[in-house]
T-cell receptor, first 109, second 114 residues
Framework: GQQVMQIPQYQHVQEGEDFTTYCNSS?????IQWYKQRPGGHPVFLIQ?????EVKKQKRLTFQFGEAKKNSSLHITATQTTDVGTYFC?????????FGTGTRLQVFP | KAGVTQTPRYLIKTRGQQVTLSCSPI?????VSWYQQTPGQGLQFLFE???????NKGNFPGRFSGRQFSNSRSEMNVSTLELGDSALYLC?????????????FGSGTQLSVL
């Protein structure tokens, strides 16, 4: 079945450093979504990418969708302690959303 | 608009018991999906309901079941609980559940099986 993998599994950074998480799907995706889950919280939708090669920005966050629509990345510039949490990508599979394995980000002040 | 509401927030059960979790979606949302989250396995899809019908099912044993009512509220049931069922159970709602819509998650039910 469809698998969505993310790397790295964990990332510890010093505040102010950049952070990137990569998402890879075993199948081509019609779209990809990104979610953030704060410690003790629930996943919250961040963004959706639909077009091949699409790039979207939200302040310090940059999201990319690969040309083949099988991979995506999330880059955070100059991390802050508020960025702490687990970042999930998710792709559709017959009307259900399959979540990636997640990348847990820890930011040290 | 009220968000997705899940009850109860915490549950402690013993092996062999059964449990029922409840989820009220955002008003107007007809699709409700359930996910199991554990530290080692991430977010695993359980099932999805739309207009009282189960449309999709994940790879979980038959002990896991669910239903949806005419007002779109959903329940999931786990029978004959096992230690490995300890997890955070999240429900999420969307308008159509088409896979290209964003999901709105509830705060989850933390289930501990002793």
């Amino acid at each position: 079945g469809q698998q969505v993998m993310q790397i790295p599994q964990y990332q510890h950074v010093q505040e102010g450093e950049d952070f990137t998480t990569y998402c890879n799907s075993s199948t081509t995706l019609s779209n990809i979504q990104w979610y953030k889950q704060r410690p003790g919280g629930h996943p919250v939708f961040l963004i959706q990418l639909v077009k091949s090669g699409e790039v979207k920005k939200q302040k310090r966050l940059t999201f990319q969708f690969g040309e083949a629509k099988k991979n995506s990345s999330l880059h955070i510039t100059a991390t802050q302690t508020t960025d702490v949490g687990t970042y999930f990508c998710a792709g559709p599979n017959t009307d259900k959303l399959i979540f990636g394995t997640g990348t847990r980000l820890q930011v040290f002040p | 608009k009220a968000g997705v509401t899940q009850t109860p927030r915490y549950l402690i059960k013993t092996r062999g018991q059964q449990v029922t979790l409840s989820c009220s979606p955002i008003s107007g949302h007809r699709s409700v999906s359930w996910y199991q989250q554990t530290p080692g396995q991430g977010l695993q899809f359980l099932f999805e309901y739309f207009s009282e019908t189960q449309r999709n099912k994940g790879n979980f044993p038959g002990r896991f079941s669910g239903r949806q009512f005419s007002n779109s509220r959903s329940e999931m049931n786990v029978s004959t609980l096992e230690l490995g069922d300890s997890a955070l159970y999240l429900c999420a709602s969307s308008l159509r559940g088409s896979g290209d819509e964003k999901l709105f998650f509830g705060s989850g039910t933390q289930l501990s099986v002793l």
